[in-house]
Structure formats: C-alpha cells, structure tokens
C-alpha cells in the first residue's frame, strides 16, 4: 500500500510542476504582449539617444583637433614674433630722451615705447 501511494505522490507532484510551468508560460507571453506597445517608443528614444550621442562624440573629436591646429599655429606664431623681436632688440640700441633732446638720434617711437 505503502508503494503505491509514493507512485500517487509522485505522480501527483510532477503535474503540480506541469500545472505550475504551464501557468507561468502563459503568464509571461501575456506579460509580453502588454509590454510590447511601451517598448518601441522607449526603444526609439533609445536609438535617438545613441544617435545624439555619438553626433556629439564626433564633434567633440573635430573640435579636439581644430583646438591641436590652433594651439600649433599659436606656438609657431608665437616662436616667429619672438625671434624677430629679439632680432630687432639686438639691432637696436637703447634711446635714452636726452638724446633725442639733443639731437643725437633720431625720434623712432617704438624704440622708446615697447610693450
């Protein structure tokens, strides 16, 4: 007697997992399908989202290398504007006003007035 009340018991608890899984299975394909309607807005803002995103990766990069450009455009002005003043600052002897009040050299602005 004892063995075929296992053999029910078992029987028994097999179809409570078949009911149980059937009736999960069911309950999902229905959660899906009421999903379903809110995800592809959200989905499309999504992509929206990506797409804005990297625009602004790309610009961010452009803008990267526009700033290098103008940084060694900078640097290299700056080299040449150096140089040349140095150049003119060796060439040229220092102007005292008594000098130029006694005539001794001529009058040049910018050898008396320098930044």
């Given at each position: 007697m004892s063995i075929?009340?296992?053999v029910v018991a078992f029987f028994m608890a097999f179809g409570a997992l078949w009911f149980t899984s059937e009736i999960a299975r069911r309950?999902?394909?229905s959660a899906r399908a009421a999903g379903q309607p809110h995800m592809g807005p959200m989905q499309e803002s999504l992509r929206r989202a990506e797409?804005?995103?990297r625009d602004l990766a790309l610009a961010l990069e452009s803008a990267e290398r526009k700033i290098?450009?103008?940084d060694a455009r900078n640097t290299l002005n700056q080299n040449e504007f150096l140089n040349a003043r140095a150049?003119?600052?060796r060439s040229s002897s220092k102007v005292s006003?008594?000098?130029i009040l006694?005539?001794?050299q001529r009058f040049y602005p910018s050898d008396t007035y320098k930044n």
């Open positions: 075929f009340l296992a309950m999902d394909t797409r804005q995103i290098q450009l103008l150049e003119t600052d006003t008594l000098d006694r005539g001794a």
